[in-house]
């Protein structure tokens, strides 16, 4: 029982990012992420770290994008407006390869919205809010102890591909207490970025290795590894270049490793989707009551199963395709006008039916309101 620790999501967030060797952290103030800065500015001095509050949310998420040119594992932490405003260094940090953490507890939105309320505003923004093709991996844990393991792998994925990962909160889990027990990840693999294995005369920082992943040598190093960090297309000397081969060649470098590795990027859940016919895709705090849904739906002799994604970026395409050609019906729950379904329909046949539940009046989708689309479906068979 020592090792369970009854804590806030935020709390864990910050923990487990301590556990995964942050050592920079640089953020703005904003409800309802606030509480992760909080404790990160009073454990990192003793973890041999350092904490910056910035002026705003621009200069946080370039000043974590400072720090990790220098090697160092950094984080910054925000909610939709913030969000907004570090998107143009969020495709800096995914165009020069550079690690970083990005936590995004959503909150109701557009603008200020609802400081204190709970939303789902931000999934298609963590995919689609910078320019160009800039790729993505944004994940979304439902409760406090996946919270804590979900940033330790944000970390272990931003240092292996060597981009910025978006790590997904919502108000609900952000703020909600659970205990969790520490002593489960006291062995938890941490992953760092991997070095160059060539001498100073003969590096190219991004000449991709043999995984497709660039090394970069951290600034201020004592070895002579030299070379420029820039937002442009590039040479594999990183220098600007506006050639034909080397935008293509950026471009495919930075997409291409996603791309190639999403089956070890992708997590999800499945409950009791063996035999169901009728299935629910749910994430963040909706998941929640999803799974007390589906219970409740089967205690009723309903054949309803639950897909939960983990990851929601790169989207779990080619498993959930596999599950929907099982089911007749999907059933997709959101805090927002519909936005994760925009996906599943890329994904199902004519034949499968999709009803929508969506709730972004501030009030949280209950496990009664989904039985009631359960058995709204249940009443047309």
């Known amino acids: 029982m020592a090792n369970n620790k009854l804590m806030q999501g935020n ?17 703005y ?3 309802p992420s606030s509480e992760i800065m909080e404790v990160l500015a009073e454990e990192l001095p003793d973890a041999g770290g350092k904490f910056i509050q910035m002026e705003d949310e621009i200069a946080s998420m370039g000043a974590i994008i400072g720090a990790s040119v220098m090697g160092t594992k950094s984080l910054t932490c925000t909610s939709g407006p913030g969000f907004d405003l570090k998107q ?10 550079i690690p970083a953490i990005i936590v995004d507890v959503q909150r109701s939105g557009p603008s200020t919205g ?16 910078r320019s160009g093709d800039c790729p993505t991996i944004a994940l979304y844990p439902n409760s406090v102890q996946e919270i804590y393991k979900t940033t330790i792998r944000a970390f272990n994925l931003s240092e292996k591909y060597m981009m910025p990962v978006i790590l997904l909160l919502d108000e609900t889990i952000g703020h909600m207490r659970e205990n969790i027990n520490l002593a489960e990840y006291e062995n938890v693999e941490i992953i760092n970025r991997k070095l160059p294995a060539v001498p ?14 660039v090394r970069l040598m951290p600034f201020g190093n004592d070895q002579n590894y030299r070379y420029v960090i820039n937002g442009m297309h590039h040479t594999i000397d ?13 471009i495919e470098r930075i997409n291409g490793k996603i791309e190639r590795n999403k089956e070890d990027i992708w997590e999800w859940e499945e409950i009791a989707t063996a035999d169901a016919d009728t299935l629910i895709i749910a994430c ?46 999907v059933i997709v729950p959101e805090m927002n006008r519909g936005q994760l379904v925009h996906k599943i329909k890329e994904l199902v046949d004519t034949s499968v039916e999709i009803r929508q539940l969506n709730i972004f009046d501030g009030s949280l989708i209950m496990p009664e309101q989904i039985i009631k689309v359960v058995e709204g479906v249940a009443l047309n068979e």
């Open 11 to 27: 709390q864990a967030c910050a923990l487990g990012a301590i556990k995964a060797g942050v050592k920079f952290c640089a953020g």
């Open 284 to 329: 963040g705090c909706v998941s929640r009551s999803a799974i007390e849904a589906v219970k409740a739906a089967r205690a009723k002799g309903h054949k309803v199963g639950l897909f939960r994604p983990v990851t929601i970026w790169p989207f779990i395409d080619e498993p959930l395709k596999k599950l929907l050609k099982k089911v007749k019906t």
């Open 200 to 213: 100073p005369e003969e590096y190219h920082p991004y000449q991709p290795d043999e995984s497709g992943v």
């Open 114 to 129: 609802g400081a204190t309320i709970c939303a789902q505003g931000d999934l298609l923004q963590a995919k689609y809010g």
């Open 88 to 97: 143009e260094n969020i495709a800096f940090a995914a165009m020069a390869e």
């Open 29 to 31: 103030p904003i409800t």
């Open 238 to 250: 990183g220098m600007p270049s506006l050639t034909k081969d080397a935008i293509h060649n950026s």
